[in-house]
Structures are given as structure tokens and as C-alpha cells.
């Protein structure tokens, strides 16, 4: 690797800010760039850059612009400012009205595969940039540990040590990148996409992650999420993160607010029924889509779990129950479908004992008012109290049979009888729904 791609030019950070101004950030102000606070490089440094960007995107053969080339915040401001696209000419700001139509479609700058480790980044406007670094080829599970590292190591983007505080990466591409101690501390990290990124060690404080593509990302017990925003409040059901497949291992998500989080992205992604383009998707791909959402529930329920949070938990083990009589349906089984329905019904999968309780009365209301119609046929007649009061014993395998010279085939003991065989299979659903709940614990 030549000098020039290893390091920026040295006599960039010495330059002197242009006349009647009395520093760079100053003089960029002025040019309505106020993301920008280093000098402007030299200009064969440009020439180098431009001849660089020029340089198509060939996936096949590996071939990207800025490929193991070392960039500083210099550079990337001024790739930035001299970025073209989509007939205008500057980064993609989404909160630039000029832009706000167009910001969703116009790319960013295609910094795939850079070396940006220890970047000065911080407050850039980065929406929609492509920094992906992604294994060609063999999938990690086709390789070894020490071939993933080596291999990941030599074709990820690196953004080690990286400052991104307050950056603007809405919708920006991190797939595969190596994020190790980069500090994204209050980045905007809407729908942004980290699947398969390495972040052990990396600062998500304050971080907002709405809508954002987490899946098989790496964080370890060093990663900080610290009050990390999941969901805006107003919009809980639609830009939770995706999370399938992250590997935890061990990262504080105690001081995340749960709360505002009613479903993870994963199954949010699951229940469109078109995909990004607009196109419909095909069953398989829902299928796995479904298979995702349980799978994602069921990993965040233990990890949450493991740290104390059980009542968080316990929400997000009712989603995956309630996902997976969803994938019961689509599987057409039927019988565990219907089984599955009856729990949700009656317990709530014993997430929602209310629900037990509005069963019973129901169960016993009804036999209740099925025997206060029937008991003109016994002597004395039944009036409502005792017709209730039939019912409970009943319900419970406590029954009597009310009134003189009643036989066992009168149709009030055979309904009282159905009634016995109801509650017990009722008290044996909620008991065992109710203990595995427990002790799943």
C-alpha cells in the first residue's frame, strides 16, 4: 500500500484558514456546511480521492472505490461535500427539507471496506452511507473461528476506535463492520443496518436504534447500551429494532427502556406482507420470517431473564407463544393450533390469570342459567342463587343433585356431571399452564 493511501497528506491539518476568517469551522459556517470543521485537503489529495470514488462496484471481483484505504474525517468531509447523487450535489440530510422527498432513495457515499479506525466522525451527516464489510464467498458457519477473524479482519470496513457521537447514520450500511470501541454515543441509527457487525466494546449510549437491522451482531459484556432508545413511545409497534440471532453475550440491557418496546422489529418485518421493494413475499420467506420473530422473542426472554428482568420478560415470552401459534397455523397443524388458541383464550398462556378468572365465570354462569331453566323439573323448583350455587359444586366435582327423588339420568345430573368433567379439564389447563410459566423461571 502506497504512502498515499495509508495517510492523508500531512500539510491538511497545517493549512491556514482562508482569509477574513479566523478558522476552518468558521469559513464552513459560512458555506452552510456546518458538519465540516477541518481544513479542506490539498489538491492532490482530491485528485487521488476522485480517482478513487471513479472506481466502479464490482462485488464479484471485490472491487469497491475506497478498499483498504486509510481515511480521515478530512477526507470524508470532503467526499461528503463533493458527493453526487440523485441530481444534487452534498451528503443525504434527512433533515434538510430540500431533501426530504428524495433523502429515502438518493444513496450516501460508498465507503465499503475503508479503513477508518480512530476517525475523527463525529456530528457527519452519513445518512445512507455504505460501509459494509461482508465475507464473500463461505459463510461463517462453513468456517472455522480462526478463519472467521482473519478473514472478517482483512474484508470488513474498520471503524475501531472510530468517534461517531451525534452522527446522522440513518439508513447507513454497517453489515459485517468492525466497530470495536467505536463510540456512538447519541447517533442516529434509524434503520440502520449492523447484521453480522462486530461491536464488542462499542457506546451505544443515548443511541437511537428504531428500526434498526441487529441481527447476528457480536456486542460482548464491554458493549455499552446505556438508556439506548429501541422505540419511540408514539410508534412502539412500528420501529423496534430487529434482533434475531444477536449474540449478547453477557451486555447490560438493564437500563434499556423496555417499556417502549410492544413488539420487536422482527416480528413487525414478519407480518408485512410485502417486502422492502413494495413486492409481495413468497410463503417461505414469511415462514422464516415467523420462525425469526419466535426466535428472536425466545433469546431476548432468556437473556432478560438471566439479568433480573422478569417482568420484561415475561412479555416478550407471551409475543413468542403468541408467534408461535401464528407458525402453528401457517404449518397447518392444526389440533396444536386450536390447543394453542383455547390457552390464549382461557390464560393468556398464563401471562394474563384475568383471563382465568373471566373463564370461570363464564363456565359457571352459563351452567348456571342452563340450570336455573331446567329446574322446574326438580322439587322445589331452583331460584338463581341456588342455581349458581349448583353450579359451583359442580364445577368443581362437588355436585349434589338438588331436589326430591331426582334419578342420575335426570337431565339436570348429566348437564351437572358435563359440568365436572369441564372444570377438571379446566383446573389441570390452568395448573400446568400456570406451573410451567413459574418454574420456566
Not at 451528503?91 to 429515502?104: R, T
Not at 432513495?105 to 460508498?110: A, F, L, S, V
Not at 467505536?182 to 447517533?187: G, H, R
Request: aromatic share 8%.
Amino acid at each position: 500500500m502506497s504512502e498515499q493511501q495509508s495517510q492523508p497528506a500531512a500539510d491538511t491539518i497545517a493549512r491556514p484558514a482562508p482569509n477574513g476568517y479566523s478558522s476552518w469551522p468558521d469559513y464552513w459556517k459560512a458555506q452552510e456546511m456546518p458538519w465540516r470543521t477541518e481544513p479542506e485537503i490539498d489538491v492532490e489529495r482530491q485528485h487521488y480521492l476522485m480517482e478513487r470514488r471513479a472506481i466502479g462496484v464490482d462485488t464479484s471481483r471485490g472491487a469497491f472505490p475506497f478498499r483498504e484505504v486509510k481515511l480521515n474525517r478530512a477526507d470524508v468531509e470532503w467526499l461528503l461535500a463533493t458527493h453526487e447523487s440523485g441530481g444534487q450535489v452534498g451528503p443525504v440530510q434527512w433533515n434538510d427539507p430540500n431533501q426530504k422527498e428524495d433523502a429515502l432513495k438518493r444513496p450516501g457515499i460508498n465507503l465499503a471496506y475503508a479503513n477508518l479506525q480512530g476517525a475523527k466522525l463525529q456530528g457527519l451527516p452519513l445518512a445512507n452511507t455504505c460501509m459494509v464489510g461482508v465475507i464473500g464467498g463461505r459463510q461463517d458457519s462453513e468456517l472455522s473461528s480462526g478463519e472467521t477473524v482473519i478473514i472478517r479482519q482483512q474484508t470488513a470496513v474498520h471503524l475501531e476506535r472510530a468517534d461517531l457521537r451525534h452522527a446522522d447514520l440513518t439508513k447507513a450500511v454497517l453489515s459485517g463492520a468492525y466497530l470495536n470501541r467505536t463510540d456512538l454515543s447519541w447517533a442516529c441509527l434509524v434503520n440502520a443496518k449492523f447484521s453480522t457487525a462486530f461491536m464488542g466494546g462499542a457506546d451505544l449510549f443515548r443511541a437511537q436504534l428504531m428500526g434498526a437491522d441487529l441481527r447476528e451482531v457480536n456486542w460482548d459484556s464491554t458493549t455499552s447500551v446505556r438508556q439506548a432508545e429501541l422505540a419511540t413511545k408514539r410508534k412502539r409497534w412500528k420501529d423496534a429494532p430487529q434482533i434475531g440471532d444477536l449474540r449478547w453475550n453477557d451486555a447490560n440491557l438493564t437500563t434499556i427502556v423496555w417499556e417502549k418496546v410492544k413488539i420487536l422489529g422482527d416480528e413487525r418485518v414478519a407480518r408485512q406482507r410485502k417486502d422492502e421493494n413494495g413486492k409481495p413475499k413468497k410463503r417461505a420467506q414469511r415462514d422464516e420470517e415467523f420462525d425469526l420473530a419466535v426466535r428472536a422473542n425466545r433469546q431476548l426472554v432468556t437473556t432478560l431473564r438471566s439479568q433480573g428482568e422478569n417482568e420484561q420478560s415475561d412479555r416478550f415470552a407471551s409475543r413468542a407463544l403468541r408467534l408461535r401459534r401464528i407458525v402453528l397455523r401457517r404449518e397447518r397443524k392444526y389440533p396444536r393450533y386450536l390447543g394453542s388458541v383455547f390457552l390464549n383464550l382461557t390464560s393468556g398462556y398464563g401471562y394474563r390469570p384475568t383471563r382465568s378468572f373471566i373463564t370461570y365465570l363464564l363456565v359457571v354462569g352459563a351452567f348456571a342459567f342452563t340450570y336455573y331453566l331446567l329446574g322446574n323439573n326438580v322439587n322445589p323448583p331452583l331460584d338463581p342463587l341456588s342455581a349458581v350455587v349448583f353450579s359451583i359444586t359442580s364445577f368443581h366435582g362437588r355436585g349434589f343433585v338438588p331436589g326430591e327423588n331426582v334419578l342420575l339420568n335426570n337431565p339436570l345430573a348429566v348437564i351437572a356431571a358435563c359440568e365436572a368433567i369441564v372444570g377438571l379439564l379446566l383446573e389441570i389447563i390452568l395448573i400446568a399452564t400456570f406451573t410451567q410459566r413459574f418454574f420456566a423461571r
